[in-house]
């Protein structure tokens, strides 16, 4: 940043604060480590590329969906299996991807299904993190009894597949919930039940490095001080143990996405008439021999890709954020 | 199966290593069967289902049953005649049965085996409800005492198991299963009946081995040929049809109407045909004042005709036989198939499909806006069961009525309609007695503790009730089927069921085996003959 530029922005700093920090913030993104390796793998590149392009068909999917597949009242049964790239033998109705056995629009159902895996995926990874980051710190700042306690529950779990996990709460948290409601609460079930099965490895993660980091002298320099144990976890420890969090937060999205894929597959998850990806990969699987294979096929499809980039993504900042490894 | 084994190799079609495993010399014959869902239990008496029966009639008998054509053919009693007096019938015991473990069959099981069908906890007990008493006239003779003559009571025995009365007394188990509050007895997962195939083991949802029963009366009357059923339900369609492609089974029992041309064409296979005697319909609670599962206060939006008409207009039946049944279906308008005493074409005639109509009568019952209910649809029973609720779904959300969609496996499913926990559900009916009395006994009777079991409606009319009453003891036949129509007149004209189809049964197997089509989807499987 030229000094002419610093001087406009503390001249007038209402209007150019705001550009003047964001330029300024952005040309140091520009000279960091982070940009240079991303610059320098065409596959993260590819990757990012694809997962901006899916979260944004996801973002504005309701406005360039031609269809709502959400509303049963919108599909026609007559457009059933209307094949690809082509119209339907009874309607003459055209849809890009196809339909699949209710005549449901594939590309709308596709957008549409990668808002709740995207949603889904990133809100449950949200609440897994806050949840092991904070049990993660508490277990590792304060150790005894708590930190046993916390570790020994974290083990137990691990003992057990996080699918089998996130079923059981499913399973119990549907039964808590009225009938009536049960369509509505779906997706807030699915988040706490796949949230509820990977906190784990955020709270091992954030524990190792908690009890790395209290033992050093500016936690110590803080204790001299006299700031209270509160203070120092959130304001001197949190910020230090934030690195790991993030990569394992970008791979457990990956996860969560699958894990949600997972369950509506088995029929546990979404709802059939609000199908996701992995409803529709469900009810692409009863015509793999009938020669109906666009209704597993583009589904499928984008969840490979979407899967297969977040984690590649997840990869390559894990790389980039240990030093180690270089 | 050796001689199945062996098409199959040389079609060149993989085999599994337990399939090679199970090739063992001699003459035995193994059978791989699969279907959608397992039997419910192995209480004979406790569920009135058919997979239920299916495994149950390999293993027990009724006096009598019906052959692999749908013909009534001696079983346990070898004659059967009223006798002078027409309240009696008097039933010929086959002499030299025994149970498989070794028990001799005689009247006594024969009374105790009907009186536990009546208990209150017997699902059976509907089909008994016009018998008074059964009495032992000697070890080989019984007599079956009626509330009035009934003319028609053999056919309501074909699903009557006979049940050993020293095995089922000593195991503590002379009250039928207790299904509806989660009862367990001891004849839920053992089995000591007659027939000619014996349990070996059972994993129930998994995988269930009978074994032929190697002192059957039934020998040289039966081809017998099959000595072991492995009986495995896979519920996932396209793993059932693979498992049949890949030779993995030999006999399923419902192929997925989508790939009906994939297996035909493939060698080594085949896929036999016929109508099936059973009608799919939805109920819908007609009968409480308000429902839990709407959005509605106070009122319940179903027990208005104008609305189940309405309904009953929007479901559009043409397409769903067209595109979610790929033309295996005959749509309905009446919960009887066509087989049935008392079926006229003009009963099962069904409204034209008609949007606006169907919309004018909801407004005109008040419910122009609409209103929101949930839907329980079983996913593992009928065929192609939750994508026809799903089109109904859709096809109700054109006339403004917001359905959410429960499917269940029917196991779970079943509960709710006998236990009056939903309001809209889906419901297949069978007809084992192929007259329409069953059908009023069990759905359009009041629910009592002998009638309406399945009555998920709530529906009750008590002029109808005392016709369904009076058909029992009815013996002029004449009377009687005019009676059958003024009932059927009147359930007709209260929309109390929305009917969708009749099925159509598709089973596929390999071509080696030579099995009819059993109109009530009942394969024998001592009947089974192979080339």
Do not use: C, R, Y
């Given at each position: 940043m030229s000094d002419s530029a610093r001087e406009q922005a503390a001249q007038t700093p209402e209007i150019a604060a705001e550009p003047g920090w964001l330029k300024d913030k952005w040309a140091r993104f520009l000279d960091s480590d982070i940009y240079y390796s991303f610059k320098r793998s065409p596959v993260t590149i590819v990757a990012f590329t694809l997962v901006v392009l899916l979260m944004l068909g996801a973002l504005v999917g309701p406005w360039i969906a031609?269809?709502?597949?959400?509303?049963?009242?919108?599909?026609?049964?007559?457009?059933?299996?209307t094949a690809p790239f082509a119209e339907n033998q009874f309607t003459g109705n055209f849809y890009l991807l196809g339909t699949d056995d209710q005549g449901r629009d594939l590309f709308s159902a596709i957008l549409y299904g990668l808002r709740i895996s995207l949603i889904v995926g990133i809100v449950s990874v949200l609440f897994a993190g806050v949840l092991g980051v904070t049990l993660g710190l508490v277990a590792g700042f304060f150790g005894g009894w708590i930190d046993t306690l916390i570790m020994r529950i974290a083990d137990i779990q691990l003992t057990f597949p996080s699918i089998l996990i996130a079923m059981l709460i499913y399973g119990v948290a549907r039964g808590l919930v009225p009938v009536d409601m049960r369509d509505e609460a779906a997706i807030y079930i699915l988040i706490v039940s796949i949230g509820l099965s990977e906190w784990v490895q955020f709270a091992r993660t954030v524990r190792g490095a908690t009890l790395v980091e209290r033992e050093k002298e500016y936690v110590q320099a803080a204790r001299l001080i006299g700031l209270g144990r509160g203070p120092i976890m959130l304001r001197h420890v949190l910020p230090n143990v934030m690195g790991p969090v993030l990569v394992i937060a970008t791979i457990g999205l990956a996860l969560a996405i699958i894990a949600e894929a997972t369950l509506s597959f088995l029929g546990v998850g979404a709802p059939p008439t609000q199908p996701s990806l992995g409803t529709l990969i469900r009810i692409g699987q009863d015509f793999l021999f009938s020669g109906e294979w666009w209704i597993i096929l583009f589904p499928s499809m984008t969840l490979l890709v979407l899967a297969l980039s977040v984690n590649l993504l997840g990869d390559w900042l894990r790389d980039v954020l240990n030093p180690k490894l270089r | 199966m050796n001689k199945t084994l062996a098409i199959a190799l040389s079609a060149g079609v993989a085999v599994s290593a337990w399939g090679l495993a199970s090739a063992s010399p001699a003459e035995a014959e193994t059978l791989r069967w699969a279907r959608a869902g397992d039997s419910l239990t192995l209480d004979p008496h406790a569920q009135n289902e058919g997979p239920t029966h299916t495994l149950a009639h390999q293993m027990y008998e009724p006096l009598l049953q019906r052959d692999m054509e749908g013909k009534i053919i001696p079983a346990l009693a070898t004659s059967w005649a009223p006798t002078e007096d027409p309240t009696v019938w008097r039933f010929q015991l086959r002499e030299g049965v025994t149970f498989h473990g070794g028990e001799a069959f005689t009247a006594d099981d024969v009374v105790f085996s009907i009186n536990r069908a009546k208990k209150?906890?017997?699902?059976?007990k509907e089909l008994l409800n016009s018998v008074a008493e059964v009495k032992k006239v000697d070890d080989y003779t019984v007599d079956f005492v009626t509330n009035g003559p009934n003319p028609l009571l053999p056919n309501n025995l074909t699903n009557l198991f006979m049940m050993d009365e020293g095995w089922t007394t000593e195991n503590d188990a002379v009250e039928p299963q207790d299904i509806a509050n989660g009862g367990e007895n001891y004849a839920v997962r053992n089995t000591n009946g007659t027939g000619a195939y014996m349990l070996v083991s059972r994993t129930p949802d998994e995988r269930t081995v009978l074994q032929a029963n190697p002192n059957y009366w039934g020998k040289g009357e039966?081809?017998?040929?099959?000595t072991e059923i492995v009986y495995t339900p896979i519920q996932s369609a396209a793993t059932r049809v693979a498992a049949l492609l890949s030779g993995?089974?030999?006999?399923?029992?419902d192929v997925p109407v989508q790939d009906l041309g994939r297996v035909d064409q493939q060698d080594g296979l085949k896929v036999v045909t016929a109508p099936q005697n059973r009608v799919i319909f939805f109920g819908l609670n007609v009968g409480d004042d308000d429902i839990p599962s709407d959005n509605v206060e106070g009122a319940n939006p179903f027990a208005d005709v104008r609305v189940r008409r309405a309904m009953n207009m929007a479901i559009n039946r043409p397409a769903i036989k067209q595109v979610v049944m790929r033309d295996q279906s005959i749509p309905a308008?009446?919960?009887?198939?066509?087989?049935?005493?008392?079926?006229?074409e003009e009963l099962d005639t069904y409204p034209a499909h008609d949007i606006e109509a169907a919309k004018a009568l909801m407004a005109e019952a008040g419910y122009g806006d609409g209103f929101s209910v949930t839907l329980n649809c079983p996913n593992d029973r009928y065929i192609n069961d939750e994508a026809i609720c799903q089109a109904v779904v859709g096809m109700m959300g054109q006339i403004g009525i917001d359905v959410a969609l429960d499917a269940l496996p029917k196991a779970q499913h079943f509960p709710l309609i006998n236990k009056w926990e939903t309001d809209f559900y889906m419901l297949g009916w069978g007809v084992p007695t192929f007259d329409s009395e069953y059908i009023f006994n069990f759905l359009?009777?009041?629910?009592t503790d002998e009638l309406g079991s399945w009555n998920g409606a709530r529906y009750s009319n008590p002029e109808l009730d005392s016709k369904i009453v009076s058909l029992a003891s009815e013996t002029n036949l004449e009377k009687r089927n005019a009676t059958i129509a003024e009932i059927w007149a009147q359930v007709q004209e209260d929309q109390v069921y929305l009917p969708v189809h009749h099925q159509v049964l598709n089973w596929g197997m390999q071509d080696g085996i030579n099995f009819d089509v059993q109109p009530e989807d009942q394969p024998h499987f001592k009947f089974l003959t192979m080339n």
């Open positions: 031609p269809q709502n597949p959400h509303d049963p009242a919108q599909l026609n049964l007559m457009d059933g299996f | 209150p906890t017997s699902a059976m039966f081809p017998l040929e099959v993995e089974v030999d006999f399923i029992q308008g009446v919960i009887m198939p066509p087989f049935v005493n008392g079926w006229t359009v009777h009041t629910k």
